[in-house]
């Protein structure tokens, strides 16, 4: 009887591992280049190779295969390709049927969180010859210009939604977080106003009459929902931390968050240091109360819908552990209780 009971178990141990082995093989790697390139006249037994090469696919069998099916084999076009998000065989078959991005156009994923600088170096890598322009269109980040006696430049006049800005900040914040295609000839003026009309379709015009209930400007909002984006992960997260850093806002109690003397140091510390919290700089909620300056990032939908629409709760005190957990507290000695506890 044992003896059968092992050679099931045997048997279905080789199905789980065949069939884990199939579905590895069939499914497409993931390499850290996702871009590719076909030439003009290149065959699909040279691309199939080429894929197998970079890791794009596991099998070149089980690829040839699903090439086969699919119909696609002679359809195949030349051209750049980014790769990023293909599901399986089918779907990148199919994408390399497109014809992929044309040779003076690239693609842009700005992340929810992501600030100027962030931005700007990701244009950089990505070879946009305007990249070193961009602060001069939107504004140095971190910076007050009342401090210089000047102010950046301005685009009130064509985007009303931005009214509520001080002219002394930059336009940190606005530039909405989303996939765009850009063509490397467009200037980073046409560029920052393509993020603009963004912002305006997804947050002043989608989000208007929220902004309106709230009682707070478009602005403030934003600067809310910027430091929530950088501080917290999850729905429910932001809104709690929202509650918390607005009622702070309301008693006089400075936010203490890190996120934004990070922002005013250009650092990335998750833990900043007693030396950074007193960096003399309207962005750092350390030394100084209420909300800072002005946003410290671009964020999310998540976030600003956060930022508008708080979970009322009872704490006045958060911190988040090395595996992104929350741990909330109602007093500051239960709040360095947890500070002993979860941080290392």
């Known amino acids: 009887m044992r003896t059968a009971l092992k050679i099931i178990a045997s048997i279905l141990a080789v199905i789980v591992i065949a069939a884990w082995t ?12 996702r871009s590719f390139s076909v030439a003009s006249g290149e065959n699909p ?3 199939t190779q080429r894929l ?25 076009q030349p051209g750049a390709y980014d790769l990023s998000g293909v599901g399986d065989y089918q779907e990148l078959i199919k994408r390399l049927t497109t014809g992929g991005v044309a040779a003076n156009e690239f693609t842009l994923l700005i992340k929810e969180g992501w600030n100027l600088r962030d931005i700007a170096s990701r244009l950089e890598s990505l070879g946009y010859p305007d990249a070193k322009r961009l602060f001069e269109v939107t504004g140095q980040p971190a910076q007050d210009y009342r401090s210089e006696g000047k102010k950046p ?18 336009l940190e914040g606005y530039l909405f977080p989303d996939t765009y295609r850009v063509f490397k000839d467009d200037k ?11 912002f305006e379709k997804k947050v002043a015009d ?13 602005f403030d909002i934003v600067t809310m929902a910027s430091i929530v984006e ?25 936010l203490q968050a890190d996120a934004t003397v990070n922002y ?11 030396a950074d919290t007193e960096v003399d700089s309207r962005y750092n909620t350390y030394k100084y109360p209420d909300l800072p300056l002005g946003p410290i990032s671009n964020p999310g939908l998540s976030a600003i819908k956060a930022a508008l629409h708080p979970q009322a709760n009872a704490y006045w005190f958060f911190l988040t552990d090395d595996k992104g957990k929350v741990h909330y507290a109602k007093t500051l000695e239960e709040h360095n209780r947890n500070k002993a506890k979860y941080l290392h």
């Open 22 to 33: 199939g579905v590895w093989l069939s499914s497409p790697g993931q390499p850290a280049d």
């Open 45 to 47: 037994d040279r691309i």
């Open 52 to 76: 197998y090469e970079r890791g794009f696919i596991h099998s070149r069998a089980l690829f040839k295969l699903a090439l086969g099916a699919s119909g696609l084999a002679t359809k195949l």
């Open 153 to 170: 430049p301005s685009l009130t006049a064509d985007f009303p939604f931005l009214k509520d800005k001080p002219e002394y900040v930059s």
């Open 188 to 198: 980073a003026e046409a560029l920052v106003r393509r993020l603009l009309v963004n």
């Open 206 to 218: 989608g989000l208007g009459a929220d902004v309106e209930a709230s009682g707070h400007t478009l």
């Open 230 to 254: 950088r501080e917290v992960r999850g729905d429910e997260d932001r809104a709690m931390v929202a509650d918390i850093f607005w009622r702070r806002v309301n008693a006089g109690m400075a």
């Open 264 to 274: 005013a140091t250009g650092g990335s510390a998750p833990a900043v240091s007693l």
